[in-house]
């Protein structure tokens, strides 16, 4: 051991002070001012590494982290120098600092951390010539003070102790223990959304928080982190779009290149939530702050959900890298994406191409679970129940084997009769589907007047009493003309085009003059004026709405968000029937 090891260390070939002139052109780096930015930053560091296991220890009442990966590790010489200030293997001249390739790349987090804290760092190379293991401690300066060797596996052991104990003030600021905990772990949570394949273990005072599985998308993490979503309820899509020509002034990358947007969503008529709390943006497998396509998406889902719910949907944008700002500000989730209306676009396609319904949008064992509650009620009297299944919230330690297919065509349905005249029954080679009739009729309806609103004069003016100030603005915010024709009685020139003929106008009027804006209105009007329940159908009626709403943009759900159609697939009806039992060809099996 020595007393001083960095004076006489040479440095490391992949670890170089930053220059001068490069340490101008950074904007200053974010503050760590809480221990969930502390995690996030010795996560950022484990990430670039390649680990593909990671544990994080807490214990905050002392401030204490302890964040093991298996990456690539790094030499006693790396070792040494790794917190001095601007000490990066990130970046080496201007044009580096606008590609940036990684999640760290200031060269601060461990120095700031050594400032802050009593810092200490154990590593071994991941590699065949990675045959010792080095533990450096640091003084506030990101010195390092004493070297010892270890015996560790392959990867670094990152200890914070005393976080903040420098700096009273700062640590009087933080919020209560339960808060600095659960920012803690929405920070692992969404690192592990970002960065699927990963294994995550997390612990607090020494006992098993909670972990994480590896999977192949955002699609197998979600179900772990929202407990009560399930991996059916969930829609992954993954697009490659082409990028645009680059406009001169960003010359110094390629004039043409291709993106992927992955995209997981919570199917509208399945999975939702009471707050806007959980549509992530991440680019380049950092969440970022961008709220104009975090609105995108949330737009997108308008009139798809019940009353006052919000989307589920995590975002990942994967970006050549020099389409991207990530030193505009010291946060480095604030960003600048170039041509950002284009980038607007191609998302809101996405969720748009996501909302549709395809046979791959019907996962079996949404189905299964579907078709379970339907027909449970009728086993109680039989002698034989439905085969369990396992838990799907079961949690898988080893990624999901998943992949993008071609989409397929949109199954053929043909209407074969209605239930209770509410219910179209439609079949098709898979199965068959049930759909009711009003909120189908309804979604067709809200679409259309979508496309061509139209306020239609009344042959004859219709008188209405009592309508309030508020009322009367509502009605000509969304084109209604009116008069005054007396005390307290107004003349309604105008509707809506659907409503002209209507025996129940006056009611439809007074509903509008409720309704808080335009697309509230369409569909106020499009649940008037489709088919109602109890309506008997013609087949050719049946069908043609069948064929209508399956053109729909958003067919899974109403404009008020009720789910419009129930499919029961044959694998589950073949299961439930008994008919993979071998018996015999007389029992017409």
């Known amino acids: 051991m020595t007393d001083d090891p960095s004076s006489n260390a040479s440095p490391s070939p992949n670890l170089q002070p930053l220059s001068p002139e490069l340490v101008k052109f950074i904007a200053a780096g974010e503050t760590i001012d809480s221990p969930a930015a502390a995690v ?21 009442t002392r401030g204490w982290i302890r964040v093991v990966d298996n990456g690539a590790g790094m030499d006693l010489p790396t070792l040494q120098v790794v917190a001095i200030a601007h000490t990066t293997s990130k970046l080496r001249d201007r044009s580096d600092l606008e590609r940036i390739e990684s999640l760290g790349f200031r060269g601060e987090a461990l120095h ?3 400032q802050l804290s009593s810092l200490s760092i154990a590593s071994r190379i991941n590699s065949p010539d990675g045959l010792q293991g080095w533990r450096v401690s640091f003084d506030s300066q990101g010195q390092g003070i004493t070297e010892n060797p270890v015996a560790i596996a392959p990867g670094t052991i990152v200890e914070v102790d005393q976080l903040f104990n420098p700096l009273p003030a700062r640590q009087e600021s933080l919020p209560s223990l339960p808060q600095q905990q659960r920012q803690v772990q929405i920070t692992i949570q969404n690192a592990a959304l970002a960065h699927p394949h990963i294994a995550w273990q997390v612990y607090k005072q020494e006992r098993l928080w909670f972990s994480l599985g590896p999977g192949a998308t955002a699609c197998d993490i979600l179900p772990q982190v929202l ?9 992954h899509r993954r697009c490659e779009i082409t990028l645009p020509a680059r406009s001169l002034d960003t010359s110094s990358a390629d004039s043409t290149s291709v993106t992927t947007v992955d995209l997981v969503i919570g199917l509208p008529d399945r999975a939702h939530r009471r707050r806007l709390d ?28 019940p ?10 944008l994967t970006i050549p890298a020099g389409w991207v700002d990530w030193n505009r500000t ?6 600048y994406l170039r041509q950002g209306d284009w980038w607007v676009e191609q998302l809101r396609q996405a969720v748009a191409d996501t909302l549709a319904i ?16 339907l027909l449970k009620v009728a086993e109680p009297k039989s002698l034989y129940q439905i085969d369990s299944e396992p838990d799907a919230q079961t949690l898988e330690l080893e990624p999901r084997k998943t992949s993008t297919p071609l989409e397929p065509a949109l199954p053929k349905l043909r209407a074969v009769g209605q239930v209770n005249q509410t219910y179209i029954v439609a079949e098709h080679p898979g199965g068959l589907w049930l759909i009711e009739q009003h909120v189908a009729h309804e979604r067709v309806l809200y679409e259309e007047l979508g496309d061509r609103w139209k306020i239609t004069p009344l042959p004859q003016a219709l008188v209405v009493q009592g309508l309030s100030e508020s009322d009367r603005d509502q009605l000509a915010d969304i084109g209604i003309e009116y008069d005054e024709f007396g005390d307290n009685l107004w003349a309604i020139r105008s509707v809506p085009a659907p409503l002209v003929d209507r025996e129940d106008l006056e009611s439809a009027v007074r509903e509008l003059a409720k309704v808080d804006d335009y697309n509230e209105a369409r569909a106020a009007v499009a649940c008037r004026t489709a088919i109602k329940n109890g309506t008997p159908l013609e087949f050719t009626e049946m069908q043609t709405l069948i064929n209508n709403w399956q053109k729909t943009k958003n067919a899974r759900t109403c404009p008020h968000g009720r789910p419009i159609y129930l499919s029961l697939e044959e694998s589950s ?3 439930f029937f008994r008919r993979h039992w071998v018996i015999g060809k007389s029992h017409g099996i």
Not at 227 to 235: F, H, N, P
Not at 280 to 295: D, F, K, Q
Not at 358 to 373: A, E, I, L, S
């Open 40 to 60: 996030r930053e010795l996560l950022d560091n484990a990430i670039d590494a390649g680990a593909t296991r990671v544990s994080v220890s807490l214990d905050l």
């Open 278 to 305: 959980w549509v992530r943006i991440m680019v380049n497998g950092r969440l970022v702050h961008m709220p104009e396509l975090a609105s995108t998406v949330t737009s997108a889902f308008y009139r798809t959900l």
């Open 112 to 114: 700031s951390l050594a």
């Open 307 to 316: 009353r006052d719910r919000h989307p589920i949907a995590v975002v990942h």
């Open 358 to 373: 395809t046979p791959t949008h019907q996962p079996d064992g949404y189905q299964t679970q579907r078709v379970r509650k």
């Open 573 to 575: 009806l073949s299961r």
């Open 227 to 235: 407990t009560s979503v399930r991996y059916s309820d969930l829609q």
């Open 330 to 335: 010291p946060s480095k989730r604030e960003i």
